[in-house]
């Protein structure tokens, strides 16, 4: 899963700051999925995204959060005004298809919010 | 709801001391069921992915195994360097292809 980068590694914001989330699939994949990991619970799939679409975001929280994956370029996860429960590891994982079984995970995003 | 419940949440061996781990789930339409590595810090390590009752994978020290209503990740003589969290993940027939719903894991530590 080397493949697939995510960066940064770790992010400190302030309550109220905007945190963006960068995720480079592998050479290839122009699928992407968003999960997120609270401490004590399993991940929790959040969004699904082909190049310049949003297929499923049925697990994003309705308002502060946005997802992104432009023609060229690394996939964004934006969240704006963050609060403390935001804090989490966010991993992406990428496929050349739709099919999850095919997915490869990055190293994750480490998000604390102060 | 589709769920996946795994259990021990936290497993100590002793080196060479098997066992084995329990991912069951309550689904309408099972239709693939993965096993993944996690170390801290890092993301999710695939490590096996199971289609039908019956089936059965080995890698090493792990042999994951499916029946209708579990799956089992059995750990032969485990060394230390084993010590991991061992996340289980389904996907269903209702929510596609593309969306995996994890179980909390186990934290397994190998002691020498």
């Known amino acids: 899963n080397a493949g697939v980068m995510q960066n940064p590694r770790h992010l400190v914001r302030r309550r109220g700051q905007e945190a963006r989330l960068r995720c480079s699939p592998m050479?290839?994949?122009?699928?992407v999925y968003w999960y997120r990991q609270l401490p004590e619970e399993g991940l929790k799939f959040m969004v699904y995204l082909q190049k310049e679409n949003i297929i499923d975001e049925s697990g994003m929280p309705k308002e502060r959060f946005s997802a992104e994956f432009p023609k060229e370029g690394p996939s964004i996860l934006r969240i704006q005004q963050v609060v403390r429960g935001d804090s989490a590891a966010y991993f992406c994982a990428s496929a050349s298809s739709g099919n999850a079984a095919e997915a490869f995970f990055g190293q994750g995003t480490r998000l604390t919010v102060v | 709801e589709d769920q996946v419940t795994q259990s021990p949440e936290a497993l100590r061996l002793q080196e060479g001391e098997s066992s084995s781990l329990n991912c069951s789930y309550t689904v309408s339409g099972l239709r693939g069921l993965f096993w993944y590595r996690q170390d801290p810090g890092k993301g999710p390590e695939f490590l096996f992915t199971?289609?039908?009752a019956g089936e059965e994978k080995e890698k090493e020290r792990l042999k994951a195994t499916l029946t209708k209503k579990e799956s089992f990740l059995h750990i032969t003589a485990p060394k230390p360097e084993d010590s991991a969290t061992y996340l289980c993940?389904?996907?269903?027939?209702?929510?596609?292809?593309?969306?995996?719903?994890f179980g909390k894991g186990t934290k397994l530590s190998v002691i020498p």
């Open positions: 050479k290839g994949h122009s699928h």
């Open positions: 993940a389904a996907y269903f027939s209702g929510a596609g292809s593309y969306q995996l719903t």
């Open positions: 199971l289609y039908s």
